[in-house]
């Protein structure tokens, strides 16, 4: 009796009714949680947040570049996202003597606005359920390469048939693993312009230390705008495109957040695996997010103290740095948060009801029965490779910068090689930016010490059969010593070096790609790449399309088992609505953390001269004169705010919206405690990090002096009636 309860009870936690703050919720479903919403306090309707006849919350969200979210915020195009998702940007127009990336950066008129070429933001205009559509035509038996060459065609016809303007994209996505398929037609404008960004000091306090933790005091914000040709339409950057006019943007609320007040965070989630089998949580948490996390430390450590050491290479590796450290930490707090809120236990529970439920009805006992067994086999099968797959991409792809680099420029050489030499000099262009991006921020001294460090790990961790055969031998040759390798490896790799391949590609291309074939990097890259391709990314992948196809049987079964919950599709980079309330949490026993910071928990932290925690003189005078304007609040200034928002990368630069519909904050993060919700979601702990938008408005208006850009919003109070 006591053990039914116990199931029943961590049933209700993981796949009973959602609890307030779990889900990523398709905006044009929103109906379904209308009411929920209601009762927690939110005075919109549905249709004010989605709607095809009106304009509507939708309309200010953009996809912004290729993994963030933003919201437009006046009605001349001001998008405001994280400084974290501008800092690619903020860090190319940043140099010497012009460091943005310290310094901030406010334009004062539009023509100080600063293009950005390759950033777009992308609009929704609206979203139809096709999934009939997609899945027509599929027989019963078809294998799977079949069945997706079927819903292929079927998605070029939707494609091909789908009503659209001129200016406009369509694009058809799988959710529910392939169980539903949703269309969406979107506007891309590819003029949007940097505004304003805070001193890193300010956009980027805390750093590594702070990131992924609460309590936080980051003003993780920077501003743009988006540019239109005279019709409003999307256009190529132009001197002549003007201010884009929203057709919603989001007002401002400037009075502030209480425990309890509805929020609603309305963004662009990437990834997240909510419906994986205890199995497969697993072996993420302590098999394969131990090897990442692994290799990463070795690669920070040079690089971090490589930083410290110089401030060029300061500047050139900090969004290289940002973003390897970023997901080091994440997968950390991941595998400790499964580990604190016993996740694996957890979903054995939840696969023991639903087996349960399968077993005693027979048609499903048929159907379903053998699922849960037969995706835990394929999990086992997978390991190895899944193993030896993170150890290649780490090192060949992510981390030596050397052979990432050596192998994109394999797509030059295939051009070549396939369409000749007027295909490549069509492509000339791309291929002299290639290497001028690359060696703009390229220091071989440091990458060599990674190669050094890491080299040994692709030797001595993987099986000698996922080995590529010429880096053995030129292991050995190097006395199967990882610092010698490393040293002759730089050393005779022409591509470790700038010197002139971008003149070089100017005058003559061909040869080029003759000097790329022949250079050590190139060759060694290939090898070990077309090496992983045969015994280790073809076998994972064969067994991976096995996987997805019981994942897809898996969720379909737990939809139908499990009539009595809510299921949201897993995050899949497409608009979703997720809704919560600003609450703190309990981390451990005997500690609860309030929702809130403020200015001076800044001045706490403060340490002069530090690169994570200094303060900037002029906030610090604004601190000792309390000289907050009108966005203080009983005498301090609010900084960060807590909410119980379902968030994932993505998710930044998202806004916090009030109950109203208005703008109340900018998501930037999640607590160290919770940052497993991409996989297993805890009401208790799981909580998304958001910068108070008083502390924006105060950067931008008291700090920074562009008060021409507040005159620009629509700030407004909501609670304070009449
Ligand atoms: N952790 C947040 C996210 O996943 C913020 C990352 C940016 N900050 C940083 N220190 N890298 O994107
Ligand atoms: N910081 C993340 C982002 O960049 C948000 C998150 O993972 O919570 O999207």
């Known amino acids: 009796m006591k053990r039914i309860f116990g199931i029943l009870l961590l049933f209700g936690l993981v796949f009973g009714s959602v609890r307030a703050g779990e889900g990523m919720w398709l905006p044009l479903l929103l109906q379904q949680n209308e009411a929920e919403m209601q009762r927690m306090g939110m005075k919109m309707t549905a249709e004010d947040i989605y ?31 994280n400084h974290h998702c501008g800092f690619g940007q903020i860090q190319y127009h940043s ?68 009503p659209r303007e001129t200016w406009q994209e369509v694009s058809v996505r799988p959710f529910f693993q392939g169980n539903a398929y949703y ?26 230390t702070d990131n992924w933790v609460w309590p936080r005091h980051t003003g993780d914000f920077s501003i743009f705008r988006v540019y239109a040709d005279k019709n409003n339409r999307p256009a190529a950057y132009s001197p002549a495109n003007v201010p884009y006019k929203p057709k919603h943007y989001l007002p401002i609320s400037l009075d502030g957040v209480t425990p309890g007040d509805f929020t609603l965070v309305f963004g662009f989630p990437g990834t997240t695996r909510e419906y994986l089998p205890a199995s497969a949580v697993q072996q993420i948490t302590e098999t394969l997010n131990p090897i990442r996390i692994g290799i990463r430390d070795r690669s920070l450590a040079i690089i971090d103290e490589a930083m410290r050491s110089d401030p060029q290479i300061r500047i ?10 970023n997901s080091w930490k994440k997968w950390i707090g991941e595998s400790l948060g499964i580990k604190t809120v ?26 379903y029965g053998a699922l849960l067994p037969d995706l835990e086999a394929l999990y086992k099968e997978i390991e ?13 792809s992510t981390n030596v910068e050397l052979l990432r680099f050596a192998n994109t420029l394999h797509q030059f050489v295939v ?33 060599q010490r990674v ?50 391949w971008a003149e070089k590609t100017e005058a003559d291309p061909v040869q080029v790609i003759r000097l790329i074939k022949e250079d050590y990097a190139y060759q060694l890259v290939r090898n070990i790449l077309e090496t992983a391709e045969v015994k280790v990314f073809r076998p994972y992948n064969e067994i991976q399309d096995k996987i997805n196809l019981l994942q897809r049987s898996y969720m379909k079964a737990l939809m139908e088992v499990l009539k009595e919950k809510r299921f949201y599709p897993d995050a899949n980079s497409t608009l979703r609505v997720t809704y919560g309330k600003v609450e703190g949490y309990q981390p451990k026993d005997g500690v609860f953390y309030v929702p809130f910071t403020y200015l001076d928990g800044v001045m706490e932290k403060f340490k002069p001269g530090d690169y994570e925690f200094d303060v900037p003189e002029k906030l610090r005078q604004l601190h000792a004169s309390k000289d907050y304007g009108p966005y203080g609040e009983n005498g301090k200034l609010p900084v960060c705010f807590l909410g119980s928002n379902h968030t994932t990368g993505g998710n930044s630069g998202s806004p916090a919206i009030d109950a109203h519909g208005n703008l109340i904050g900018l998501n930037f993060d999640r607590v160290w405690e919770g940052t497993m919700s991409d996989i297993l979601y805890s009401p208790a702990i799981c909580r998304n990090i958001m910068v108070d938008i008083r502390y924006v408005l105060f950067m931008v208006d008291k700090y920074a002096g562009a008060s021409h850009l507040v005159k620009e919003m629509k700030l407004v109070h909501p609670k304070k009636k009449g």
């Open 415 to 447: 051009i070549y090689e396939n369409n000749g030499a007027d295909a490549l000099k069509q492509r000339k262009e791309q291929l002299r930016n290639a290497f001028t991006n690359f060696y703009k921020d390229y220091r071989p001294e440091v990458d």
């Open 183 to 208: 269309l969406f037609v979107t506007e891309t404008f590819r003029d949007v312009r940097l505004v304003g960004a805070p001193p890193g000091a300010v956009g980027k306090f805390g750093a590594d």
């Open 342 to 367: 016993n996740g694996i236990e957890q979903k054995k529970s939840v696969e023991a009801e639903f087996m349960r439920r399968v077993n005693a009805q027979p048609q499903w006992k048929t159907a």
């Open 384 to 396: 190895p490779y899944a193993k030896s797959r993170d150890y290649i991409t780490e090192i060949a």
């Open 316 to 325: 050139q590796y900090a969004s290289k740095q940002a973003n390897l450290a």
């Open 451 to 500: 190669f050094a460090a890491l080299g040994d790990l692709y030797f001595t961790k993987l099986p000698a059969a996922h080995l590529s055969p010429y880096a053995t031998e030129q292991m050995n040759f190097a006395g199967k010593n990882a610092d010698e390798f490393a040293r002759i490896l730089f050393y005779k790799s022409r591509l470790a070096q700038a010197a002139d």
């Open 51 to 81: 709607s095809i006849n009106k304009g509507s919350l939708k309309d200010a969200i953009v996809r912004f570049g290729g993994g963030c979210t933003g919201s437009l915020i006046s009605s001349t195009g001001l998008v405001l996202t």
């Open 95 to 162: 140099s010497l003597e012009n460091n943005y990336l310290d310094q901030g950066f406010w334009a004062k008129t539009l023509s100080e606005e600063l293009p950005n070429p390759g950033l777009g933001v992308t609009f929704i205009v609206r979203i139809e359920d096709v999934t009939a559509k997609a899945l027509a035509g599929l027989t019963e038996g078809l294998g799977e390469r079949d069945r997706q060459a079927q819903i292929d065609r079927n998605i070029q016809v939707l494609n091909e048939q789908t």
